[in-house]
């Protein structure tokens, strides 16, 4: 088994403290400024079994510059020639949910959406309630949520990864 799993989503969703927890190392730039990450990283992950390659992108964003034009357009072309999309949202940010459908819609792959940073979201009625009403936005593979920063539930996520691969 093997495939590639794009990793994409606004800027600052936590999409490379992701790949680091998956990976298990820092090889990823992570700040707390939007636009940390300005190239496409690929990240491999092997077992006996399996072999996924994660790639990770800059946030996809409103471009107003050429070079964030350039950005965008990589996080977009990650979404093609793919085996699985994971679309990260932050879930203590604003919905956007425009947003969600138009990257779900554009994706040629099963999508898995990333509820990210649980672990901010309290009391555990409200996360429950957020799932259900993400659910709704589009037919994803899975709705998966995890704190990146934690770890929560991130094995779980590579676990249901390999499953769908
Ligand atoms: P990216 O732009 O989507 O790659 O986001 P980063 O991985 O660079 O993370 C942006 C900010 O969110 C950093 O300050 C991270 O430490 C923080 N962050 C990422 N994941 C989590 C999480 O699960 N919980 C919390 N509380 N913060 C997180
Ligand atoms: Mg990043």
């Known amino acids: 088994k093997s495939g590639f799993v794009s990793i994409v989503g606004r800027p600052n969703v936590g999409k490379s403290t992701l790949l680091n927890r998956i990976l298990g190392e820092k090889i990823v730039a992570v700040s707390d400024k939007p636009q940390t990450t300005r190239t496409v990283i690929r990240g491999i992950v092997s077992d006996e079994a399996s072999q996924i390659v994660f790639v990770d992108t800059p946030g996809i964003h409103a ?3 050429r070079m ?9 072309g990650a979404i ?7 679309l ?3 879930a203590t940010a604003p919905r956007d949910d425009a947003f969600v459908r138009e990257v779900a819609t554009k994706a040629g792959a099963p999508v898995f ?7 901010l979201v309290e009391p555990k ?6 799932i259900a009403s993400v659910s709704r936005l589009h037919p994803f593979a899975e709705v998966v949520p995890i704190s990146a920063q934690t770890g929560g539930n991130v094995e779980r996520l590579v676990e249901v ?5």
């Open 125 to 130: 009625e409200r996360l429950l309630a957020l």
């Open 88 to 90: 990260v949202v932050d």
């Open 161 to 165: 990864i390999r499953g769908r691969l």
């Open 80 to 86: 093609s020639g793919i085996d699985l999309l994971l």
């Open 63 to 65: 471009a107003k510059s």
């Open 113 to 119: 959406l990333v509820l990210n940073k649980v672990d």
């Open 68 to 76: 964030n034009r350039a950005m965008v357009d990589a996080a977009y």
